[in-house]
């Protein structure tokens, strides 16, 4: 348990109010007596909490707003749990958040939520799920140029901001490309199912999967790659279009984690014509499918935890003016199998 004023007060003989003023170099001490306090606390590892400190020297309350790239999916609704958390934790210390859902992807719409994040809700920070639009581009870089802090959370665009957190694109396309010939034995037909490619993040991805596919496993022939709809009802009808054709297909590698109803449809067909799926994240869908063996392997890109880190981040900068460290935060991936679930649920879903 961590140790607080109050024990060293109780230890030293002196009052809380004593201790916190020795710890903190304000108001008039005794020599001695300031001496035995910073003793004590030494001895005892004490370690102040840092947003009380920053609430009781500051007294200002900081405005977030977090703006999405669309109105809601399973994806967001792990980010914002993540988000959500750290909200919680630093609201002591004068943090407050709001959260703004876009137009699926609707570039105007999300510029206008920015505008109105600085201009009507005099938002302190912003962290942004960016469509990769120029103009949405060159508003964040004058922002980021007057000093206001942007986060960009999970896809990237061509601009000047505070920090990136999310997954490594490149890196997580290799992951998937290495997993689709281990389940093909490197020869056959992949069906890849894709969200929007207007996010800069899904467009690395892709890229970087097939270019390793591509050099190591040539005898692999990518026989589609579908873009699909973030509607359930219309990425099903899509998915079912596509099935329909009645191509030979070895694997399909379903990144769409925001459409469950897309993953449904490929099931259902998965029963026909006898495929390998891999997939993405961590839906009730995708759980489902690794526990019934029908889901070979998802990859995990821990949404919950990105969400904490970009509320952390900016947190820090506004409570303390710390800036991060790094510009580009990565949360590692993980590989899921059914028996991995568990280990997977408890250490990281909680952020």
């Given at each position: 348990m961590a140790v607080t004023i109050k024990d060293i007060?109780?230890?030293?003989?002196?009052?809380?109010?004593?201790?916190?003023?020795?710890?903190?170099?304000?108001?008039?001490?005794?020599?001695?007596?300031?001496?035995?306090?910073?003793?004590?606390?030494d001895d005892l590892h004490y370690k102040p909490n840092k947003f009380a400190k920053s609430l009781s020297n500051k007294r200002k309350q900081f405005k977030i707003v977090f703006i999405q790239h669309v109105i809601n999916n399973p994806f967001i609704e792990m980010l914002c749990t993540g988000i959500q958390k750290a909200t919680d934790e630093f609201f002591p210390a004068g943090i407050s958040l709001i959260i703004k859902p876009c137009k699926d992807f609707d570039s105007k719409a999300q510029l206008a939520l920015l505008h109105e994040a600085v201009e009507v809700d005099n938002a302190d920070g912003i962290i942004l799920l960016p469509i990769n639009d120029p103009n949405i581009a060159a508003y964040v870089t004058q922002l980021s140029n007057d000093g206001f802090p942007v986060i960009l959370l999970t896809s990237f665009i061509d601009a000047e901001y505070s920090a990136f957190v999310g997954c490594n694109y490149r890196y997580s396309g290799h992951i998937a490309s290495g997993l689709i010939s281990i389940v093909t034995g490197g020869s056959g037909n992949i069906l890849v199912f894709e969200p929007n490619q207007i996010m800069k993040g899904n467009q690395i991805r892709l890229s970087s999967m097939i270019e390793l596919l591509h050099a190591q496993s040539p005898a692999l022939n990518i026989a589609d790659v579908i873009e699909l709809p973030s509607d359930d009802i219309e990425a099903y009808l899509r998915c079912k279009e596509v099935f329909a054709e009645q191509m030979s297909i070895s694997c399909v590698i379903y990144a769409s984690g925001a459409s469950s109803g897309g993953l449904k449809a490929v099931l259902e067909e998965q029963e026909k014509f006898q495929f390998k799926v891999i997939t993405y994240d961590l839906s009730d869908i995708v759980k489902k499918g690794l526990l019934e063996n029908s889901i070979v392997f998802s990859i995990f890109q821990n949404p919950q935890a990105q969400g904490y880190l970009s509320m952390q981040l900016i947190s820090d900068y506004l409570l303390l003016g710390k800036k991060p460290s790094r510009k580009l935060n990565y949360i590692n991936a993980n590989i899921l199998i059914k028996e991995s679930l568990e280990d997977i649920e408890n250490q990281f879903l909680r952020c």
């Open positions: 007060a109780k230890i030293v003989g002196v009052s809380p109010g004593t201790v916190d003023r020795a710890i903190h170099n304000r108001g008039r001490i005794k020599r001695e007596i300031a001496e035995r306090i910073l003793k004590a606390a």
